[in-house]
DNA sequence: ATTATTCTGTTGTCTATACAAGTTGTATAA
DNA sequence: TTATACAACTTGTATAGACAACAGAATAAT
């Protein structure tokens, strides 16, 4: 395996999970704007040649996204990008800035290299798999240049050949993952806790030590079975909130 | 309206609807026991007399609500109780608790009484609705006897005749909104914050003023148009995580 | 003018069926 | 004994169609 990118993807992907992703871009896009209906799942039907139980299982998915709400009788409206930075359910980072309409930018500190893991924090996430080695990030994200979060990722060193050497497409991790090694991040669980900032953290995110910081660990599942992501992140919630439903 | 309970529920619930809710009740009453595997979709089927994809809508929900898991090929797991309290989705405390085979207590420190909503972080969760009045509880909740949580709810005072004059069933709001009223809680959302407890909070919880709380403003979706439930909640992390997923 | 009623288009629920694809155990062959 | 192949089971995806329930606009009745 010596190509710089992977096989390209011959497991066709689900009809349902090809009009999700035409949707979910095209709303990402504006082209079905904020507040607006999508096209009745008729014509939907229409368009991606499909029945309209395929169609309902993508918007079932958008819903669960987040970027839809569905009303009897009504349609689809185009959900308004959640106001208190909603750090929802998969969205990364670079997609939730976007969709917020904030300026947003992610300062690498650290990595990405290769390490073992040691935040002993992990492990009641962590089933079985004892993974080797993983890639490992520090990373601070800003919002409109105020730090808001800090964040130690770890990707277990599999199925990412020459990940290490390149940068990450457009700054987004999940985009990275998804369009160079096709790889899906489609869930997550995570524990979330209310803990007093050490020095690093209140240093980095500017605010005073031992003030209260959000603290989320977070295990992602991806479309490759049993390779998971890790992230432990601190969060400034003074100015904004992590947002979400279910 | 004078029976003490709502009529008895005319609109039927949808198949599905009572499969989720039977299943539910075979999984947290031990029938089916936890790691263990559910009836096959096939058996179901001819259980309830329903096709695979009705059986189905209600197996994704029960996905949804975290109660099982599914695998492509195998079949469908009872989840694990969720190790570390999970305050999941559409749980409401007793359900977690008893579940999570912890042993639970709520104190009812104030209420139920009528009173306005005066907390002004709820204000960007509600959308258009003014109500007048809300049913209004001050609760706190203990595991092993120790405080974890301190909640403030407020509940619209409409569609609950005698709802204050009456004690919850079992202890549970939902339930009581269940059975009592055939109100169904749904979906949720939610906006999550590390705040430094102030002085009542540090008392009712038991921990130091100033120290971190994760607090939790929620917003709980009915099966009734228009009516909503509202939460403020205090969490102590110290011992047990919030856990989500999605 | 206002109020009902009807109509049309939408999503919600459900049936019946078919094949694909993952998992597991069993039987067979090396 | 160890592979290999197969069979039987599971869930995943998808089609085609039907009727119910809801929302909103147009129409008819008052």
């Known amino acids: 395996m010596i190509s710089p990118y992977a096989e390209p993807s011959l497991m066709k992907t689900p009809l349902y999970r090809q009009i999700q992703a035409s949707l979910k871009e095209k709303i990402t896009s504006g082209v079905y704007e904020e507040g607006g209906l999508l096209p009745s799942e008729n014509e939907l039907c229409i368009e991606f040649n499909a029945t309209r139980m395929t169609v309902r299982q993508a918007l079932n998915e958008l819903v669960r996204e987040g970027y839809i709400t569905r ?4 349609g689809s409206t185009v959900s308004a990008s959640r106001k208190s930075l909603g750090l929802l359910s998969l969205k990364g980072w670079t997609e939730v800035v976007v969709a917020s309409d904030r300026h947003g930018k992610t300062l690498v500190l650290e990595g990405p290299v290769l390490r073992k893991l040691e935040d002993t924090a992990f492990k009641p996430l962590i089933d079985n798999e004892n993974h080797e080695e993983f890639i490992f990030f520090k990373r601070l994200r800003l919002v409109e240049d105020s730090p808001v979060m800090y964040e130690h990722t ?44 050490d020095k690093e953290t209140a240093n980095l995110l500017k605010i005073k030590q031992k003030s209260p910081v959000l603290h989320l660990l977070r295990k992602y599942k991806t479309s490759i079975d049993g390779f998971f992501l890790y992230s432990s992140i601190y969060c400034n919630t003074e100015k904004f909130a992590i947002s979400s439903f279910n």
């Open 71 to 74: 009303q009897h009788g009504k």
């Open 154 to 197: 770890y990707i277990p060193n599999e199925n990412l050949p020459n990940f290490i050497k390149e940068p990450l497409l457009e700054g987004s991790l999940f985009r990275t993952l998804l369009i160079k090694y096709q790889i899906d991040v489609q869930s997550m669980t995570q524990e979330v806790r209310a803990v007093a900032a």
